[in-house]
């Protein structure tokens, strides 16, 4: 029998309506089994008991188990691998950033340390990006609500976690309910995680971007774009096919009016294909009227899969001046993190050996 996972937010609610069960004991039961993570469904006080037998026979605290747990050298970097109950595993990436390290203003940061969690919210993913390693091991499912908060529950046990990016394996707006339904969890009791806080990285599924920000408000939405032209996305990014530069740009700015918000894009730099001079104009011209923060980032090989060549740093500064001086747009390039363990940007890939300026976390470039 396949047990549900507990953090399966509308089946277990679904399930307790159903038992004539109070659903406002949930959150509590999310709770315990945070703090507890072997508990056994009668440790958990003060419960209906109606609620012990239905827990018993169809939930499971975790349907996933943490397979193996790898750390970078530097120790700023950990990821998990994580088995599901159908023998499938996803990756996710725990990074650790200290905000006083860097400068805002030409003033040290406020804060301290804090850790971002990196999740996935697919198996594989079926966008094909060329420079990606999750691309090449193609579609095998989406995760489901509680598969996608579980990666928080096992993680929340290794560092305290304060963002959340879903820049992991999969296209999160392709399993969008799941999605939605999990950041649902992760923004109540007993996580309480600031939308704020949360990022959605989309390679640009513009149907999916048409209802995010009444489905999710006050989240941070980041945008895949990697090239200011519909031919070169093409080239580097197949899903471009179906979802044109041109009506892309449309939806980001429908979506921008209603959230009153920056949007971040993501912009991976290929040394030949998109980080030239002429790029970084083109890129300035068509982000001219949005608000919005570019995130350079280097390019990650990923072995014997890699087309592509990193871009030379003077050409990523280059790059960066032109946008902020010219066009004035806030521009910053991100670290690279974890690439000894195969946890950078690029390289989320099942397998349980790794092929083998200035630090910006993403919920950092708020203005």
């Known amino acids: 029998m396949t047990f549900r996972s507990v953090f399966d937010a509308a089946f277990i609610r679904a399930e307790f309506d159903q038992a004539g069960i109070n ?43 943490v397979d193996s747990v790898f750390d970078s050298t530097d120790e700023v970097t950990t990821k998990l691998l994580i088995k599901l109950q159908n023998g499938s595993s996803v990756e996710a990436v725990i990074m650790r950033y200290d905000s006083r390290l860097g400068k805002y203003g030409g003033k040290p940061r406020p804060g301290g340390p804090r850790s971002t969690l990196c999740i996935s919210s697919q198996v594989g993913c079926k966008m094909g990006c060329t420079f990606c390693a999750t691309g090449s091991m193609g579609f095998k499912s989406n995760l489901s609500t509680g598969e996608i908060v579980e990666q928080l529950v096992h993680a929340s046990r290794i560092s305290p976690i304060r963002n959340i990016v879903f820049m992991g394996m999969g296209e ?63 080239k580097i990014m197949p899903a471009a096919r179906a979802f044109p530069l041109a009506k892309l740009m449309n939806a980001l700015a429908e979506y921008q009016k209603k959230s009153q918000q920056k949007i971040f894009i993501e912009y991976i730099m290929l040394d030949g294909v998109n980080d030239e001079e002429q790029h970084a104009h083109q890129l300035g011209k068509l982000l001219d009227t949005f608000e919005v923060v570019i995130n350079l980032i280097p390019f990650n090989p990923i072995g014997t899969l890699s087309q592509f060549e990193t871009s030379k740093d003077q050409k990523v500064t280059n790059f960066q001046t032109i946008l902020r001086s010219i066009y004035n747009i806030r521009t910053t390039v991100r670290k690279q993190m974890g690439q000894d363990i195969s946890g950078a940007c690029g390289q989320l890939v099942i397998k349980k050996s790794a092929d083998v300026a200035t630090l910006t976390d993403i919920e950092d470039l708020h203005i």
Request: a positive charge; one cysteine or more; glycine letters at 2%.
């Open 23 to 65: 659903t406002q004991c949930i959150p509590s039961i999310w709770k315990y089994v945070l703090q507890n993570p072997n508990c056994e469904w009668r440790d958990i006080p003060s419960l209906p008991s109606a609620a012990y037998s239905l827990l018993s026979s169809k939930f499971k605290p975790c349907t996933s188990v």
């Open 172 to 234: 999160p707006l392709n399993n969008y309910t799941s999605l939605v339904e999990a950041v649902r969890v992760m923004t109540a009791y007993p996580f309480q995680i600031s939308p704020r806080k949360i990022t959605i990285s989309t390679v640009g599924i513009i149907h999916a971007i048409n209802k995010l920000h009444g489905d999710l408000p006050n989240l941070n939405l980041a945008v895949s774009l990697h090239a200011p032209v519909q031919e070169i996305r093409c």
